[in-house]
């Protein structure tokens, strides 16, 4: 059964940073693409970055190119997002994905509040 867990999230100031963590199970972790989406209020979920299988191939949301470093540690099936310079505008609920067969597979998310 796939299962991705999500943690790091919090309270950070803007101009701060976090370190989100998605820890992966239940599938071929070096097989697959990991993403992550985010959901602010009232707000579709919006793709923020993807990494491929083997870390080689990374993508950024505009928003975000240049401030958050997506990256992933295989041999812990673990993926991760950086986040510096943190925006108000950042602020949201972040999912970890993947999609094997088709599906999409989704963590709970973990809060990112970005407040002064």
């Known amino acids: 059964q796939v299962h991705l867990v999500e943690s790091g999230g919090g309270l950070v100031q803007p101009g701060g940073s976090l370190r989100l963590s998605c820890a992966a199970s239940?599938?071929?972790?070096?097989?697959?693409?990991m993403s992550w989406y985010r959901q602010a209020p009232g707000k579709e979920r919006e793709l923020v970055a993807s990494?491929?299988?083997?870390?080689?191939?990374?993508d950024y949301a505009d928003s975000v190119k240049g401030r958050f470093t997506i990256s992933r540690d295989n041999a812990k099936n673990a993926a991760y997002l950086q986040m510096d310079s943190l925006k108000p505008e950042d602020t949201a609920v972040y999912y970890c994905?993947?999609?094997?067969?088709?599906?999409?597979?989704w963590g709970q998310g973990t809060q990112v509040t970005v407040s002064s």
């Open positions: 994905n993947v999609v094997l067969r088709r599906f999409d597979y």
């Open positions: 239940g599938f071929t972790f070096t097989s697959y693409a």
């Open positions: 990494i491929s299988s083997t870390g080689m191939t990374r």
